[in-house]
């Protein structure tokens, strides 16, 4: 993984977060949005995991 795709994945992270402060929270779209950032946080770390992983080989 590239530096750029772990700043990609970053971004999303903080527009999920933007807009979960942002909209009124409903139970329904409250679980919805926190599922959304579980999974963009999963995919940053995995992918920083794969960076470091990478630069050690």
Do not use: H, K
């Amino acid at each position: 993984m590239s530096l750029s795709t772990d700043t990609l994945l970053f971004s999303i992270v903080l527009m999920l977060f933007g807009v979960q402060t942002a909209l009124p929270v409903t139970e329904g779209g409250a679980s919805f949005l926190f599922a959304g950032l579980g999974l963009a946080v999963l995919a940053l770390v995995g992918s920083v995991v794969m960076s470091i992983r990478d630069a050690d080989t």
